[in-house]
Nanobody, 121 residues
């Protein structure tokens, strides 16, 4: 089965870059018609889509985060990563990685369990 697992530091200092990795098993990140996305949920708030990347090179970002966000995939490690620069305490959230299908059935069909990231000095 397809499984996704987030990993990375749980604590990041303000102004630093938040770096997370999503390890995928049971499926290749290089598969056509799939994007690999990051979503976050700040405390007490709803889910916020951050962006998505396909191995082919296409990448899309939330307009509010585009200037600070970079998502890339590595088929050799079967992983994809999130880098969020210049973080502030407002970036504290549970971060999820998810698979996005651009083939039927469309949508985010597999998610990681999420990882808590706290931005604090």
């Amino acid at each position: 089965q397809v499984q996704l697992q987030e990993s990375g530091p749980g604590l990041v200092k303000p102004s630093q870059t938040l770096s997370l990795t999503c390890t995928v098993s049971g499926f290749s990140v290089a598969t056509k018609y799939y994007y690999w996305s990051w979503i976050r949920q700040p405390p007490g708030k709803g889910l916020e889509w951050m962006g998505a990347n396909a191995y082919s090179g296409s990448t899309y970002y939330s307009p509010s985060l585009k200037s600070r966000t970079s998502i890339s995939s590595d088929p050799f490690k079967n992983q994809f990563t999130l880098q969020l620069s210049s973080v502030t305490p407002e970036d504290t959230a549970v971060y999820y990685c998810a698979r996005v299908s651009f083939s039927w059935p469309y949508g985010m069909d597999f998610w990681g369990q999420g990882t808590q990231v706290t931005v604090s000095s």
